[in-house]
């Protein structure tokens, strides 16, 4: 199944989220701007990223999550469609 472009949509403290796969190239593009210089994962970085490129709607941002909930929960639920566009 193509990844690019597949949608999926997850509720989360009742708002419901549309997930858009960005393609293999750039789930890579982004893994690699999220590392530090030491190479470990920066979550901040990710969710910068995932927020961008993956959540379609509603658009987010960090901030975002200062008057919501779920922002853990989003960014797993993210962070699992990149990789496998399920």
Do not use: C, W
């Not at 961008?52 to 989003?74: A, Q, R, W």
């Amino acid at each position: 199944m193509p990844k690019i472009g597949t949608q999926k949509v997850v509720e989360i403290e009742g708002v419901k989220y549309t997930l858009q796969h960005p393609g293999s190239r750039e789930y890579l593009r982004i893994q690699d701007r999220t590392q530090t210089e030491f190479g470990v994962p920066s979550m901040e970085k990710m969710a910068e990223e995932l927020f961008k490129h993956v959540v379609v709607d509603p658009k987010v941002s960090i901030e975002y999550f200062d008057e919501h909930d779920g922002m853990d929960e989003l960014i797993k639920e993210a962070m699992n469609f990149l990789r496998t566009g399920k």
